[in-house]
């Protein structure tokens, strides 16, 4: 394979990584901290449409988190961007960063 299509490709390959990781952003739901029970391991947010749960109303809910160490990341107040998905203990937060 000649040096041209090495390039080619990474480019390509490049490009398909950073949609998905932009799709992966896009999908995940808008909220704001409300709450934090580290005793409890739980997070109430005031969030957006939560697609992945077929949640398309604004609410404030209390979600139990998959990891505590993930309440330290945030404090009241913050906005944040965050996936949940339903378990069987409850709707669990997965994944949670400050949004901007």
Do not use: C, W, Y
């Amino acid at each position: 394979m000649n040096a041209s299509k090495v390039a080619a490709a990474a480019l390509a390959l490049s490009l398909i990584l950073s949609s998905a990781s932009a799709f992966a952003q896009a999908a995940m739901a808008n909220g704001e901290v409300k709450k934090i029970d580290e005793a409890a391991g739980k997070i109430t947010l005031k969030h957006g449409p939560i697609k992945s749960l077929d949640m398309e109303e604004e609410m404030t809910m209390v979600f139990r988190v998959q990891d505590p160490a993930m309440l330290k990341q945030v404090k009241v107040g913050d906005r944040v961007k965050f996936d949940a998905e339903r378990a069987p203990a409850g709707i669990t937060v997965t994944k949670i960063q400050k949004g901007k």
